[in-house]
């Protein structure tokens, strides 16, 4: 635990002032590359700066604004994290869907800045979505580096963890995509990240963002390491096949919530008031989607 929990602390206490960055270097021993060598330098900008949330995806406003209706949706599913009726608070979650382009990326941004957003947590996203990563691009930065560098490189933690521009919301992007994403995935080295996120700080809850379940078998991987899953149903768009499918390989107990994206309001408000209950477990929003 020591290496990673000082790598927690130095991202805590260090300043993303808009420095060139650079690259940490491969493990003694590993051969580096000609590309990475090109790589070696990246620019971030300061998002921790007043100017900060000019950097971000133009659609995360509507989250941290009172008026919206997104707002109001995320933090009713943040309370339902936050105070569970089972009593026991998660510590991770994992955001995923069954397929592609339900809008998966886009809920773990929301529902991270809506935790940030309570007097009493705080809360990282990991892009553990190598194929199609999109957490970096809507706080407006790089993917050059991050979740593979530390995986595949064995990199310094602390170097590859951004600041948002929002208080107590950090995020490790997923890098540049590997040639073995499964296996980066599921190896021991990305089990025991996830254990010391859990177990480092108790106010902490870290989101990790999965690739659909239909194009990569090792979300069902990470499920079991993780504490609960947050799934994303496009309406009109996933296949009742594939969302049962993958409740049974991940197992119902660990779904904790489902997240309907662009379900139209009069539709949904007679669901959730017919078959389920008032929103019990279930949370709504009209979005587009990745």
């Given at each position: ?138 706080f ?128 949904m ?17 009209s979005?587009?989607?990745?």
């Open positions: 635990m020591g290496k990673l929990s000082k790598a927690f602390e130095k991202s805590s206490n260090s300043s993303a002032s808009g420095a060139t960055r650079q690259k940490p270097e491969p493990a003694p021993g590993k051969k580096q590359t000609e590309e990475k060598a090109v790589r070696s330098k990246v620019i971030f900008p300061d998002l921790d700066a007043g100017y900060a949330r000019e950097f971000w995806d133009s659609r995360l406003q509507l989250s941290t604004d009172p008026k919206s209706g997104y707002f109001e949706s995320f933090r009713r599913l943040r309370a339902s994290i936050v105070y569970p009726s089972s009593g026991r608070r998660p510590r991770t979650l994992l955001v995923t869907s069954a397929a592609p382009h339900e809008g998966k990326g886009f809920v773990c941004a929301n529902l991270g800045l809506a935790l940030s957003q309570g007097m009493e947590h705080h809360a990282m996203m990991v892009d553990c979505d190598f194929r199609h990563p999109t957490l970096a691009g809507l407006g930065h790089s993917n050059e580096t991050g979740l593979t560098d530390y995986l595949q490189d064995e990199a310094e933690l602390s170097l590859l963890i951004r600041k948002t521009g929002q208080s107590k919301l950090s995020l490790l992007p997923s890098g540049r995509p590997p040639r073995n994403p499964a296996e980066l995935l599921s190896s021991s080295r990305m089990a025991r990240l996830i254990d010391e996120m859990a177990e480092r700080y108790p106010d902490r809850i870290v989101l990790f963002d999965s690739p659909p379940d239909v194009i990569a078998s090792e979300t069902s991987v990470l499920a079991q390491n993780i504490d609960g899953v947050i799934l994303v149903v496009r309406y009109g768009a996933s296949r009742k096949a594939d969302v049962k499918r993958f409740v049974e390989n991940v197992g119902r107990e660990k779904i904790y919530g489902v997240v309907f994206n662009a379900f139209p309001e009069d539709t408000e007679s669901f959730l008031n017919r078959k389920m209950g008032y929103g019990y477990g279930y949370y709504k929003y979005y587009g989607g990745y």
